[in-house]
């Protein structure tokens, strides 16, 4: 089965920036949409923002006009790109791909702390 990869969590200051990726291990066929949620200690796992295979985006109120999501359909691999982190921002990114089946990554740790 197709395993997500993802990298680009750390952490970063205030006001700073992080690019996650999102990689497939192998092709899913059928996609029909991508996304990034996030889950922060003591709270639920929340849409960050999600894209379909026609490239229609939907962004969280908190991280509109912050994030943005691309994707390359042909590897699979989804972005998100953060700028203007802030504190509320810290919690455990994951990516998701629904095709026919859904597919997970593991999470990536994203701290914004001075």
């Known amino acids: 089965q197709v395993q997500l990869v993802e990298s680009g969590g750390g952490l970063v200051q205030p006001g700073g920036s992080l690019r996650l990726s999102c990689a497939g291990s192998g092709s899913i066929a059928n996609i029909f949409r991508m996304a990034w949620y996030r889950q922060a200690p003591g709270k639920q796992r929340e849409l960050v923002a999600s894209m379909t295979y026609g490239g229609v985006t939907n962004y969280a109120a908190s991280v509109r006009g912050r994030f943005t999501i691309s994707n390359d359909n042909a590897k699979p691999t989804v972005y998100l790109q953060m700028n203007s982190l802030k504190s509320e921002d810290t919690a455990v990114y994951y990516c998701?791909?629904?095709?026919?089946?859904?597919?997970w990554g593991q999470g990536t740790q994203v701290t914004v702390s001075s």
């Open positions: 998701n791909i629904a095709a026919r089946l859904d597919y």
